[in-house]
């Protein structure tokens, strides 16, 4: 599957802003069983220093400052991106919960997917009881890593309610878990904290799901959204594989990835400082389509 990504971030300020830093990570992976063909980020008003780089987690940043006064800064990104994601195995087939939880911390490799990272709290994701023990109802004694992670998976997507008016970005996680209510954000860290609460490694992944539109109706232009979803890792012969617990799905190639790391604070599409009084506006639109032909 090829898709072209479209994603304009648009601030509107009260007063006009002195100056500003931005840290992006809006440009995708060339992993994760997809590669981008093509991809740049759009300025507006230019900006006056702009740098590149790499993370430890090997997602792709790009730093602007803007030096310049100005009332209005859009960001948009262009991409184009392959996706063929190999199938999961049976869940059956996968060790046992408990030999991965043995295994995890005795990694000998601090490489960036290495599971030894991905086993402790963390800002967004803390270990708390509650959530625990919710998710150690899915991993009885000897049960196949997989098939525990994604029974968890379709629990959350039973038990929580998905209401973008019940939490904020800087909600805490055990109140979304107590209220039962939250978006793709939150029920990503319930999952990677419940999962981490029982020794198993889990990350936070970022980016974006093709919507398909309902029979008989029109697609929406920029109806799609950022979204976040779970990697759990299911031993060395296995690796990585992702769980999308907001829709209960496996995830393919309707997934499209930006970037990954311990939680939320890893991945933050756009952050940054602004010098300026008053307040501001924000607008983001993301539209996904599929290339055919």
Known sequence: MI????HLTTYR???PVASARCTLRLLPRSDCGQRVLSSRIDLSPSADNLLERIDFNGNRIREAQFVKPHT???IALHARVEVERRPPPAGAL??????????APQSNSLSPRSPAHFIYPSRFAPLTEPVTDYALQSFPAGRPILEGATELMRRIRADFVYDPEATQIATPMAQAFQRRRG???????????GL????????????YLRTIPAPGKPRLEGA????????VWCGKEFGWFDLDPTNALVVGN?????????????????????????GQDLDVSVDVKEVVG
């Open 183 to 193: 978006v793709c954000q939150d029920f990503a860290h319930i999952m990677i904290a």
């Open 3 to 6: 898709y072209d990504v479209a």
């Open 254 to 278: 309707d997934h499209i990835v930006i970037a990954l790391g311990r939680d939320y604070a890893d991945v933050s599409p756009i952050d940054g400082v602004i010098l300026a009084a008053g």
């Open 224 to 231: 799609d959204a950022t979204h976040a979803w779970v990697s």
């Open 72 to 74: 209005k800064l859009q």
């Open 196 to 207: 981490r609460g029982a020794g198993l490694p889990a990350a936070y992944v970022s980016g």
């Open 13 to 15: 300020y009260d007063a």
């Open 94 to 103: 996968t060790p046992a919960w408990e030999a991965v939880r043995s295994a």
